[in-house]
Structures are given as structure tokens and as C-alpha cells.
């Protein structure tokens, strides 16, 4: 059973606290940076760092990118928090790149495995980690924010890409997926895009059932479809 603690560290100018979760053992083991959904560091994110710990035997560090290891509580502040990342991939990018820190020096991550997940912006965050040019195996994003603000960037890439979104998510609509085909394509990245139907934005969360606003719903078959997609590329990468 994994072992979960918090750890605090700096990033933007904050102090941010994220969640690590280890597996049973003493070995090294691949490493997963998990990024949460837009309004903050959640049970959610949380829960999915301990499952790949439990599960996978993953050494998992779920960040933090708005500072306190807590979400926010106004949505137009959260509105706002993101609309300035997405507008600086620099900064966006350094948070990340912060977070990945974290990840890569505890004693039993192996340094030459790595991975970085999302939901929400949180998938985002990662493609930008990757576009930067971080060293790591693999990029997944579920019900993830495509649209990059630098497309050329994507040529830095040096891992894997998967993109799981809802057909019917309308913050992630087909000219965002076709333009994040074409930045693929440009940048020559190993990439893929499921595309899953009758699944909206935030799928993998079952608290999203209880958030009153169109095209935001659970969709219990698209999560469990989406993390096997990612299970396979993890197998693949890491062995």
C-alpha cells in the first residue's frame, strides 16, 4: 500500500505544496508527475497519484500550481490564474519544470523514466513541460487543453504524447484538435488523440456530476477507457 506525503516547495513566486505518493519497496521505480484540474490540488489529483503508486508501483508527485496545496475557491479567480499561464508557456513551463524537480530528487524515482500527466489544465501544464524539451518518456492528458501557444514548440518534444478527449467536450472543440494534429504532424512527435464519444469535459471526475455548469459531467466508461490508453503507453515506454 502507498505511503503518501506532503511536500512544500518554491514555484512563481509561491509556496507550493504537492502530494508525493510511493509504493511498497525500498528499489527505484519510474516516476509519474500528476498535474490536477484547474481550480487546484484535489482529492482527485491525489487519489490518481496513489493509484499509480497502488497500482503501478510508480513513484507519483501530484504539484501544485496555484501555491498552498489547496483549489481555489472563486471561479473567477481560477478563470484569471489560468488565462495567465495559458498566455506564458515560459512560466507555465517553470512551474512544471519546479514540480518535476520534486519528482526526480526522491531517492527511489528512477531519473530515466519519467512521465507527466493532467487533467484539465493540469494536461496542459504537462504539454508544456514537454514542449520545453524535459526529458521525460511520456505526455498524457485527459479531457486536457490543446491549444499551444507557441506551436512551434513542439519540435522540442523527446517523448511520447496521448491526448484522451471527450467528442462532445466544448472547451476542447475539433479546430483545437485539428490545429493540435497539425502541430503534431509539424513537429514531428510520436503522438496520439482518442477521441472518446458521449464523454464532455472532466470525464475522470466524479465530482463534476455536482458542478452545475453545460458540457462538465463524470463518464464512468470513458475513465476507465482513458486509463487503460494510458496504461498501455506506460507499458510501452517504461516496460
Excluded at 66 to 80: C, I, K, Y
Excluded at 127 to 143: K, N
Aim: proline residues 5%.
Amino acid at each position: 500500500m502507498a505511503t503518501t506525503r506532503e511536500i512544500s516547495y518554491q514555484a512563481d513566486g509561491r509556496t507550493m505544496v504537492g502530494t508525493l505518493a510511493l509504493p511498497e519497496g525500498t528499489d527505484r521505480r519510474p516516476g509519474v508527475l500528476v498535474c490536477h484540474e484547474g481550480p487546484g490540488l484535489d482529492d482527485h489529483a491525489r487519489s490518481r497519484a496513489v493509484r499509480l503508486a497502488d497500482e503501478l508501483g510508480y513513484v507519483a508527485f501530484a504539484l501544485d500550481y496555484h501555491g498552498g496545496g489547496q483549489p481555489l475557491a472563486d471561479r473567477g479567480q481560477m478563470m484569471a490564474r489560468l488565462g495567465e499561464l495559458r498566455e506564458d508557456p515560459q512560466r507555465a513551463r517553470a512551474i512544471a519544470t519546479a514540480g518535476l524537480d520534486v519528482l526526480r530528487g526522491e531517492g527511489r524515482t528512477d531519473g530515466d523514466r519519467l512521465a507527466a500527466i493532467g487533467y484539465c489544465f493540469g494536461g496542459t501544464l504537462s504539454l508544456e513541460l514537454a514542449r520545453g524539451g524535459a526529458d521525460i518518456s511520456a505526455v498524457v492528458g485527459f479531457h486536457s487543453g490543446l491549444a499551444p501557444a507557441r506551436p512551434e514548440d513542439a519540435r522540442n518534444i523527446r517523448g511520447k504524447v496521448l491526448m484522451l478527449i471527450g467528442a462532445d467536450d466544448p472547451i476542447v472543440d475539433n479546430a483545437q484538435r485539428r490545429d493540435f494534429e497539425e502541430e503534431m504532424r509539424d513537429g514531428g512527435v510520436d503522438w496520439q488523440l482518442h477521441v472518446y464519444g458521449g464523454a464532455v469535459h472532466s470525464f475522470t471526475n466524479p465530482r463534476a456530476s455536482g458542478v452545475d455548469l453545460p458540457g462538465i459531467d463524470y463518464h464512468e466508461p470513458t475513465d476507465r477507457r482513458s486509463w487503460q490508453a494510458m496504461l498501455d503507453l506506460f507499458h510501452e515506454v517504461f516496460g
